[in-house]
């Protein structure tokens, strides 16, 4: 994604120039445009370059969720003025769960039905549309094996987890398609294919862990191999169980939790081998004792307090483990108090601080020393956030576009650097001359414009790098709107006496995506959204030329 994103950048201002390639030249034709004027007849700007605005569309209807009538994407051939979509009857992802087998009719063996109560849990994303997530879960009882799970249609990793502890979670991959849905299977071993792996949780030596602690086994991917199992608090005992497929692996790794952050107690992950069947004790090694410390967090600019900045610590701590503290706010005076581990005599902790959205001041990773006892640490001053500005013109490319409404949104991290928890829609519009001022932290963006006045919603990619103190400033080139064409048609679904008796699509979600490749990689862009009427009807407006 990043590479997609650093050749959709091309609207950073560079002096003199015009259309500018970015580092590595790119070829022309991922060369981005400010204007429809500059794309041959008939294409429009969008934010990977020219193109015609009737092609790669595809659309997405959500006409009643909590009914569970989920997603259902379309490919659009050809758009029409009049574009009626016609959705298919509820999606389905349907499957049956089995353990062991029975005696069968003919004299052979069939699957045995599993009845215990379950959890499903489908994570993917569109099949047509790339990007955009789906995420169903559910937890029931099988009906003599078989479940049904609505879900949208999409490419899906389904994961089963019995509810009883003793049994592993599994996992297969499913498509699901409109009108046909999907269908996927499942078995549980049996006992005599389940390996339990045991073992003693410690803080070192004797010492017993005071805190509630849970232990689960993973591949090297960090897939789950087990349950998470809670630790006996009294004895540090556990068992994990895992099937004799996955038992067969040389290794696996054993994460060691806290339930609960405020416990000031490190996670460590361990390596063990299953085929033993069961562990040495396994030490979470001499955090040391909780140490209260207090700071400051100031902005860059004239060393004025922060208020409501969210401050944490974390990182590696004493015995190879690492902390994750639970954060605070600063208070009026930018002051901050919290309670820590101390960190790794080799090893900073990294106090994270983020500034509330309407300060000025950045996101800021500060290394930190935290010793093994009560401390007040040096003041931290946040840079301040990138001043990103930019304007934006008519249709006509001469008149200001005012009144723009903006939201942004973080579509990624940069090397070093969590992605930002900044998304919103800007408090404010374009004014009388077409410009914006944002402030973003260090990161990845798309900044929607949405003009109304039956005019397309635009968008933009921006990178925005940390830089220094003398570097707080971001010009994006000008770029102009697109003119808009209007859109509309009615949404209708097979009857149906629970969800539409009628067969219209009262209140449903409709989303007009454009997807192409960027950088040979599949992506999306979101070109319109808006709601049916209670008549079926709905009505958007499109880029045109």
């Not at 067969?248 to 996670?267: C, F, H, I, K, Q």
């Not at 009857?495 to 979600?509: H, V």
């Amino acid at each position: 994604m990043r590479r997609a994103l650093r050749l959709l950048a091309l609207s950073l201002w560079v002096p003199g120039a015009g259309c500018a390639f970015l580092e590595d030249d790119p070829p022309p034709d991922q060369l981005v445009c400010r204007s429809d004027a500059e794309c041959i007849s008939g294409q429009v700007c969008f934010v990977d370059g020219c193109g015609n605005p009737g092609d790669d569309i595809v659309v997405e209807v959500q006409a009643h969720p909590k009914a569970g009538l989920h997603a259902q994407d379309f490919p659009v051939d050809r758009l029409r003025a009049e574009q009626n979509l016609e959705l298919f009857s509820p999606v389905r992802l349907r499957g049956r769960v089995s353990r062991g087998t029975v005696p069968a009719v003919d004299g052979g063996t069939a699957p045995a039905a599993y009845r215990g109560p379950i959890h499903l849990l489908a994570t993917g994303e569109s099949r047509l549309i790339p990007g955009v997530a789906r995420r169903y879960d559910a937890t029931l009882v099988p009906d003599d094996g078989a479940w049904v799970l609505p879900v949208g249609t999409g490419d899906y990793t389904v994961t089963l987890t019995p509810l009883d502890p003793g049994l592993p979670p599994l996992a297969r991959a499913a498509t699901v398609e409109p009108g046909t849905g999907g269908a996927v299977a499942f078995e549980v071993p049996t006992p005599s294919r389940l390996v339990t792996l045991t073992g003693t949780l410690v803080r070192q030596g004797t010492q017993r862990v005071d805190a509630e602690m849970e232990v689960q086994a993973l591949d090297e991917s960090l897939r789950p191999l087990s349950q998470r199992v809670r630790v006996v608090r009294g004895t540090g005992a556990f068992q994990v169980v895992l099937s004799a497929e996955e038992a067969e692996r040389p290794t696996v790794l054993l994460r060691a939790s806290p339930l609960s952050a405020g416990d000031l107690v490190p996670s460590k992950t361990f390596v063990v081998a299953p085929s033993e069947g069961a562990t040495g004790p396994l030490e979470l090694g001499d955090a040391g004792a909780p140490v209260r410390v207090a700071g400051r967090v100031l902005e860059g600019e004239y060393g004025l307090p922060i208020v409501g900045a969210r401050v944490s610590l974390q990182g590696r701590v004493g015995g190879g483990g690492t902390f994750e503290g639970l954060p605070v706010l600063t208070d009026a005076q930018g002051r901050y108090q919290l309670t820590s581990l101390p960190g790794a005599s080799d090893s900073p902790l990294t106090l994270v601080i983020v500034p509330p959205p309407a300060s000025r001041a950045r996101l800021t990773l500060q290394p930190v020393t935290v010793p093994a006892q009560d401390s007040t640490l040096p003041d931290v001053t946040c840079p301040l956030r990138m001043v990103v500005t930019g304007t934006v013109r008519q249709p006509d490319a001469m008149n200001p576009a005012s009144g723009v409404r903006l939201v942004v949104e973080p579509v990624g991290a940069l090397a070093g650097w969590p992605q930002s928890p900044m998304g919103f829609e800007a408090p404010s519009t374009t004014d009388a001359l077409g410009g914006f001022t944002l402030a973003l932290d260090p990161g990845e963006y798309r900044l929607d414009f949405l003009p109304g006045e039956n005019l397309p919603r635009v968008s933009r990619f921006v990178t925005v790098q940390p830089r220094t103190q003398q570097e707080q400033k971001l010009g994006l080139q000008p770029f102009t709107l697109s003119r808009g064409r209007s859109l509309s048609g009615r949404i209708t679904l097979p009857p149906d006496p629970a969800l539409a008796p009628d067969g219209i699509a009262a209140n449903a979600s409709v989303r007009f995506f454009r997807v192409v490749t960027v950088a040979g990689r599949p992506t999306s862009l979101l070109l319109a959204q808006t709601v049916s009427d209670s008549t079926g009807r709905y009505s958007t407006v499109l880029p045109t030329r």
